[in-house]
């Protein structure tokens, strides 16, 4: 099988694009071979073959395994339009009942007589938190992708990206445990430490106790979506061209040079995507934030100071003594989190369609 | 200039060392980084503001600029900026080594504690604050119902749907729900979690359990599998675009249908690595809390009927051991972490292989 074509179904079957624009593709095969069984009617002045092609069937077998194949793969779709309308449905009436302001009340109280319940601090503190965690996570990831694609020598950058790989499938819990009893003594003492020589910014400010803070959440989201921005953005890297990297370096570019001019730019949609997806990731996040935070009500840009929520943290942590307008009013915010998620991923796939060689590597 | 051609006089340079750019001779990194250290421990312990972590840091910092300058003034400022990036990199892969380092080595120091039969062979049933027993045998029964029963239900719509997608659908429909299977890869576990709540343990579990909504294992394989199935459908529609044409081409040619071509030939051919896409997603919905803790509702005892009562799971275990507040829950907490990440990498790692051996690798 030497001489197979690469890739030779994509054209026939997945780049609809490319099937669109030519009447006969390289690799229609497969549409040609059906026509006899399904589609051509006998005696037809179609193909060669006429009237020996057996006749086809109205309740033959391809019909009912295209059926199968078309109900599943429509599955999809009804699966995503079933998540939006049973959350909408059971958020409404905790909506309703709701006796202040969804938006802007701070605090979290559906299980009373007066449910009282408002989104604004949770939403802030999801996008607070994912934010920072992407902040400290690219930068290091992508030195990562870089090290491991470029600057390690071969056999390390393997092995290396094969340990990345198994570090992305580590549950959250597992992340969430270390960071609430072994990483938040260093972070303690950090904030301490910020607290007093960097106390007159706001953001360090405050009269503590420090530890279980947005920060520790923070860090402890960007350690795990770490791994899935390298994963992705190495591939990315090693897809460059060689012909362009080594047409830099004989232009006399340093090895930084060469990154920058030919490695960086020709990934730049690759590393959109994968930064995208971490945030994806980030902002979905539910137990090692449960765990980590400090979970307070309340929109506070202290970074150090025992506090910080999430929607999805919330969640976990509200379940257990929620009520019925208690468990819509979750819903309600899941709602929101669906929302948010999904607009980040439409958006970050939009980015990767548009430079279709990606799509394989960001699954 | 007339030093270096100086120095190399005494023996014959290979080429003309007037042509060769300037370099930093080869212990200026380390000395420079000695120097660094060295300036910054008098720094800091001079003014007292902390501890060796800041001499470090500071230290980290002081060789950057230090090396930048060195190499700025004999090297020039492009190979300086080269060699500081350089540093920047290899120091961000120190960096993000250290807190995964630490991860592992708390796991297996602290999760050894209680790796013993008792903790695979009992439950938490009856175990109260002060008992140092009890185990996870109910949280391991869990999990693999949970994630038995989600495989067996993704498997087939997942491969379905990747059919459809790869071999029947065309245009605009094919192509919504490729873009679809890829946006719900971003769906959070938490909102799969609230979607089954909403759908099955309010809604449909109340007409099998004399109206009341009932939490059950099943109904956490079901969350699970919204968490699978995007992931299975990728990977195998993948799989099968890489089956050559000359496959399918022979057996059109001898007169199979397509569907048995897709199921003689295509699939089998591509099932390496279906498979490997299969226990990726297992391995990533048996570390998921969020949606068992919603739906599955935890439990202490054995409950091995997955469609009845509370079930629990081990990541769910964890996170239970991790809230309560005797003393022995944490080190059954970290033991019931050792078990799930040895069972998740287990798969992982047996995956990888496999798609190692795929012959139609990319």
Redesign the interface.
């Known amino acids: 099988?030497g001489e197979?074509?690469h890739?030779?179904?994509?054209a026939?079957?997945?780049g609809?694009r490319v099937?669109?624009s030519h009447e006969w593709p390289a690799?229609a095969?497969?549409r040609?071979?059906?026509a006899p069984?399904?589609t051509r009617s006998p005696g037809g002045d179609g193909l060669g073959g006429g009237g020996a092609l057996p006749r086809s069937r109205k309740f033959?077998?391809?019909r009912?395994?295209?059926g199968?194949?078309?109900?599943?793969?429509?599955?999809?779709?009804v699966?995503?339009a079933?998540?939006a309308i049973?959350?909408i449905?059971?958020a409404v009436p905790a909506l309703r009942a709701n006796t202040e302001n969804f938006w802007s009340y701070e605090g979290w109280s559906p299980n009373e007589t007066q449910p009282k319940f408002g989104i604004g601090t949770l939403a802030f503190g999801t996008v607070l938190s994912a934010a920072l965690a992407l902040l400290m996570a690219v930068?290091?990831?992508?030195?990562?992708a870089?090290?491991l694609s470029h600057?390690a020598p071969r056999r390390l950058g393997t092995a290396l990206g094969?340990l990345v790989?198994?570090?992305a499938?580590?549950?959250?819990?597992?992340?969430?445990?270390?960071g609430?009893?072994?990483?938040i003594n260093?972070v303690r003492d950090f904030s301490v430490?910020l607290n007093e020589?960097f106390g007159w910014l706001p953001i360090f400010g405050g009269d503590g106790p420090f530890g279980k803070s947005i920060m520790l959440g923070a860090l402890v989201l960007a350690?795990m979506v770490?791994p899935i921005i390298?994963s992705l953005s190495r591939e990315v890297f090693l897809q460059t061209p060689t012909a362009n990297e080594e047409a830099a370096l004989a232009l006399g570019a340093?090895?930084?040079?060469m990154?920058r001019t030919a490695v960086l730019p020709y990934g730049r949609p690759g590393i959109i995507a994968a930064v995208m997806?971490g945030l994806?990731?980030a902002?979905?996040?539910?137990?090692a934030l449960?765990?980590t935070l400090g979970i307070t009500f309340g929109i506070s840009f202290n970074l150090i100071q025992n506090g910080g929520n999430t929607i999805?943290a919330n969640?976990?942590n509200a379940?257990g003594e929620a009520n019925e307008t208690g468990?819509g009013a979750?819903?309600a915010s899941?709602l929101v989190?669906?929302t948010i998620?999904?607009i980040?991923?439409?958006t970050?796939?939009a980015i990767?369609?548009r430079r279709r060689e990606f799509t394989?590597s960001a699954? | 200039m007339t030093t270096t051609v100086t120095s190399h006089r005494t023996r014959p340079p290979a080429q003309p060392s007037s042509l060769r750019a300037r370099r930093l001779p080869g212990y200026a990194a380390p000395a420079i980084a000695v120097a660094a250290l060295a300036l910054s421990a008098v720094i800091v312990y001079g003014t007292d503001?902390?501890g060796p972590?800041?001499v470090v840091v500071l230290g980290a910092i002081l060789y950057l600029a230090g090396l930048f300058a060195a190499a700025n003034a004999v090297e020039g400022r492009?190979?300086a900026?080269?060699r500081t990036?350089?540093a920047?990199?290899?120091?961000?892969?120190v960096?993000?080594v250290l807190?995964?380092v630490?991860?592992v080595w708390?796991?297996v120091s602290?999760g050894a504690e209680r790796f013993d039969a008792n903790f695979f062979q009992t439950s938490m049933n009856n175990i109260g604050a002060r008992d140092p027993n009890g185990g996870a045998y109910h949280a391991i029964v869990g999990t693999l119902e949970q994630v038995g029963f989600a495989t067996l239900i993704t498997v087939?719509?997942?491969v379905?749907?990747a059919?459809?997608?790869?071999?029947?659908?065309?245009?605009k429909f094919?192509?919504?729900?490729r873009?679809?299977?890829?946006?719900?890869?971003?769906?959070?576990?938490?909102?799969?979690g609230?979607?089954v709540?909403?759908?099955w343990v309010?809604?449909v579990s109340p007409w099998f359990n004399d109206g009341r909504p009932s939490f059950s294992g099943f109904a956490a394989a079901l969350a699970l599998s919204?968490l699978m199935?995007?992931?299975i459908?990728?990977?195998t529609?993948?799989m099968?675009?890489?089956?050559?044409?000359?496959l399918?081409?022979g057996a059109?040619?001898l007169g199979i249908?397509?569907?048995?071509t897709?199921?003689r030939v295509v699939v089998p051919t591509a099932l390496p690595g279906i498979v490997t896409g299969v226990m990726?997603a297992i391995?990533?919905a048996?570390?998921?809390?969020?949606p068992v803790?919603?739906v599955a509702g935890g439990g202490a005892a054995i409950n091995t009927n997955p469609f009845e009562n509370n079930q629990s799971s081990l990541?769910l275990f964890?996170?239970q051991q991790?809230g309560d507040a005797s003393k022995y829950a944490?080190a059954r907490?970290?033991t019931a972490?050792l078990t799930?990440?040895a069972l998740?990498?287990i798969l992982?790692?047996a995956a990888?292989l496999l798609a190692r051996r795929n012959r139609l690798s990319?």
């Open positions: 099988m197979t074509p890739r030779s179904a994509d026939g079957t997945g609809t099937t669109q690799g095969s497969a040609v071979a059906e069984v399904s033959g077998a391809e009912a395994f295209r199968l194949t078309l109900a599943a793969g429509t599955a999809v779709l699966i995503i079933a998540i049973f959350l449905a059971k930068p290091v990831a992508l030195g990562i870089l090290y600057y094969f790989d198994l570090l499938a580590v549950p959250s819990v597992v992340f969430g445990l270390w609430r009893d072994i990483f260093p430490w020589y350690i770490l390298t340093t090895r930084w040079e990154l997806l994806g990731r902002l979905g996040e539910t137990i449960a765990l999805a969640i976990a379940f468990r979750l819903i899941g989190l669906f998620t999904l980040v991923n439409i970050a796939r990767i369609y394989e699954a | 503001i902390g972590v800041l492009r190979s900026r080269n990036w350089s920047l990199i290899h120091s961000a892969f960096l993000a807190p995964l630490s991860v708390t796991l602290k087939p719509l997942g379905l749907c059919i459809y997608i790869v071999e029947y659908g065309r245009g094919a192509f919504a729900i873009f679809f299977v890829d946006v719900m890869t971003g769906i959070p576990s938490i909102v799969s609230l979607f709540l909403a759908f309010l809604v919204v199935l995007p992931t459908v990728r990977s529609e993948e099968l675009r890489l089956v050559p044409a000359p399918r081409e059109y040619a249908p397509k569907w048995k897709i199921l990726l391995a990533r048996a570390g998921e809390t969020a803790l919603l990541s964890v996170y991790a944490p907490a970290w972490a799930l990440v998740v990498l992982t790692i990888k990319r």
